[in-house]
């Protein structure tokens, strides 16, 4: 009786503690700061390419953001970025975010704009990489607002 009675905190303790979450979830992204950024970025890795991605609380304080960035994406304002001048840099946006890819894999590339549209700043896209093109629908929606 003694030891059950022992045993029931432990019990109860590994009952409440939260579970620990899947492989590949957000926690398992590690966060760094970024001179420059407003916000920690997370590393992730997309194709075997890491990738900054800057989450905002709103959209309007990650417009605020971008409105700082320099066309070549290597300074927020006054502010050098550290970004190796030897690397091309690419940033894209979507909603509350700002991705970073240092690189130019095309296929990290097209992946990115798949899932955010266009590049925003940065140096010019590689030969061969696919632009998304608006879908025939939101084209359709949009020619006929005009005609209406």
């Not at 920690?40 to 605020?64: H, M």
């Not at 097209?110 to 030969?127: H, S």
Request: glycine residues 8%; negative net charge; aromatic residues 6%.
């Amino acid at each position: 009786m003694r030891r059950i009675l022992f045993l029931l905190p432990l019990l109860l303790i590994a009952c409440s503690a939260k579970p620990e979450p899947l492989p590949g979830s957000e926690k398992d992204y590690p966060l760094v700061s970024i001179r420059g950024f407003a916000v920690e970025a997370k590393v992730l890795n997309v194709l075997t390419e890491d990738v900054f991605l800057f989450d905002y609380a709103t959209e309007e304080e990650t417009t605020a953001e971008l409105a700082k960035l320099s066309d070549d994406g290597r300074f927020m304002g006054e502010m050098e970025l550290p970004w190796p001048l030897e690397v091309p840099v690419h940033i894209f946006a979507t909603g509350r975010q700002i991705a970073v890819y240092l690189g130019s894999t095309k296929e990290v590339m097209e992946a990115l704009m798949g899932e955010g549209g266009g590049q925003i700043v940065g140096d010019p896209l590689p030969e061969g990489v696919k632009v998304p093109v608006p879908s025939a629908s939101s084209s359709q929606e949009a020619s006929s607002e005009d005609n209406g």
